[in-house]
């Protein structure tokens, strides 16, 4: 079983960047996929970003070309680096380590205004 624990959420402002950590403890994350979810004030859960295990990543269409996941297996962290950031990013953001089962952190808030 993996623990997560997610940090870096706060306010910004628009056009601001925000990079968010996603710390794992528990077992290594390098047998994981690790996706980062949001979701909005009155929205759904959404995925944002993935990467596999070997590397590849994804995004959603609302994120891509402005955040970059990223993973580090030897600190055993994964990172969203959020760049030019709308009012509409603001979500309570999620890390997600899948397998066969899934893993949750409890969040991390991101509030993007001015």
């Known amino acids: 079983q993996v623990q997560l624990v997610e940090s870096g959420g706060g306010l910004v402002q628009p056009g601001g960047s925000l990079r968010l950590s996603c710390a794992a403890s528990g077992r290594s994350i390098s047998i994981y996929a690790m996706n980062w979810y949001r979701q909005g004030p009155g929205k759904q859960r959404e995925l944002v970003a993935s990467?596999?295990?070997?590397?590849?990543?994804n995004y959603a269409d609302s994120v891509k070309s402005r955040f970059t996941i990223s993973r580090d297996n030897a600190k055993n962290t994964v990172y969203l680096q959020m760049n030019s950031l709308k009012p509409e990013d603001t979500a309570v953001y999620y890390c997600?380590?899948?397998?066969?089962?899934?893993?949750w952190g409890k969040g991390t808030l991101v509030t993007v205004s001015s």
């Open positions: 997600n380590a899948r397998r066969v089962n899934n893993y």
């Open positions: 990467i596999t295990i070997g590397g590849s990543t």
